[in-house]
């Protein structure tokens, strides 16, 4: 089965620094999606990516966040000064639909400190 | 507030039973509906579509209905393996919008 792929598994960070969390979709796919899991809690919708912009945002993905596909293969979630209550699980999905499943990808644990 | 509402449960069963799960949505707008698992610290994966007309795969049959905004999850024959958490998700999509929201999720446990 096809994969999304991201890089890296684990981060640590420093409370106020910026981080990069990284994301191959699956080639042929055209949606692409973060979403955040906080240790215990949902599974939370952040973004949502189509041809090159948003296309739709939650009211956690506030302007802290940005989300960028700076080539065409990869897609990149970028938190500019992270906080404590960053700390989660963040994962990439892709879909080659819209409406259609989502692939997702294996997960970032970010710990802020 | 769109929401997917779960019994977080957890429900804990021996080996063998059938365990049904039961989701409600709000968005009357949503358009598609699925099934994950997901276990502990790992991605969801995709269990099943749900379609209008219910569908089965194996062990598995997933129901949904409209009218009530309800979608249903019926595992028979459990395994140990099916111990994991499981998200209801629906999806409102149209043109280039579109996100899946999930529920708390229901955690099943079977037990040997």
């Known amino acids: 089965e096809p994969e999304v792929t991201q890089t890296p598994s684990h981060q640590v960070t420093q409370m106020g620094q910026e981080v990069i969390l990284r994301c191959v979709p699956i080639?042929?796919?055209?949606?692409f999606y973060w979403y955040r899991q906080i240790l215990g809690q949902k599974v939370e919708f952040l973004v949502s990516?189509?041809?090159?912009?948003?296309?739709?945002k939650s009211e956690i993905f506030d302007d802290q966040f940005s989300v960028e596909r700076p080539d065409g293969s990869n897609f990149t979630l970028k938190i500019r000064s992270t906080k404590l209550e960053d700390s989660a699980m963040y994962f990439c999905?892709?879909?080659?639909?819209?409406?259609?499943?989502?692939?997702f990808g294996s997960g970032t644990q970010l710990s802020v400190l | 507030r769109k929401e997917v509402e779960q019994d977080p449960g957890p429900f804990n069963v021996p080996e063998g039973a059938t365990v049904a799960f039961n989701c409600t949505y709000s968005?009357?707008?949503?358009?598609?509906f699925f099934w994950y698992r997901q276990d502990c610290r790992k991605e969801p994966k995709l269990l099943m579509s749900?379609?209008?007309s219910g569908n089965e795969d194996g062990r598995f049959t997933a129901q949904l209905n409209r009218a009530s905004q309800y979608i249903s999850l019926l595992i028979r024959d459990s395994k140990l393996s099916d111990s994991a958490t499981y998200l209801c998700?629906?999806?409102?999509?149209?043109?280039?919008?579109?996100?899946?929201?999930f529920g708390k999720g229901t955690k099943l446990s079977v037990k040997p």
């Open positions: 999905a892709s879909s080659e639909g819209a409406g259609v499943r989502l692939f």
């Open positions: 080639s042929n796919h055209l949606y």
């Open positions: 990516f189509y041809n090159n912009e948003i296309s739709e």
């Open positions: 968005n009357s707008a949503s358009q598609s």
């Open positions: 749900v379609y209008s």
């Open positions: 998700g629906s999806m409102n999509y149209g043109g280039s919008q579109g996100n899946l929201i």
